[in-house]
């Protein structure tokens, strides 16, 4: 599978939200304002997993198409990565 740039970009963003959460932990920035930040990253890192999960489902449903692969096993795979990331 090819990671877009997209993809990268998304994961770029996160590195650097975790390097601004470290700090916040430096200046001993409130709680309740690291445990938001914490929150963010996490729903990023959820949406970045959700779409390399639907990007390599759907390649590997067009090969499916092709004859190349079990559509039943392709989308049992997909989902049993999504619920791994949970």
């Known amino acids: 599978m090819q990671y877009n740039d997209k993809m990268i ?3 770029k963003r996160i590195e650097g939200q975790v390097r601004g959460v470290m700090a916040m932990m430096d200046n001993e920035r409130d709680c309740k304002d690291v445990v938001t930040q914490l929150s963010a990253i996490r729903s990023a890192v959820d949406q970045t997993i959700a779409t390399i999960v639907v990007e390599n489902l759907e390649m590997c449903l067009r090969q499916d198409i092709q ?8 989308v049992k795979q997909a989902m049993e990565l999504l619920l791994k990331s949970r």
Do not use: I, N
């Not at 004859?67 to 392709?74: A, R, V």
């Open 67 to 74: 004859g190349e692969l079990d559509s039943h096993e392709t």
């Open 9 to 11: 970009h998304r994961l």
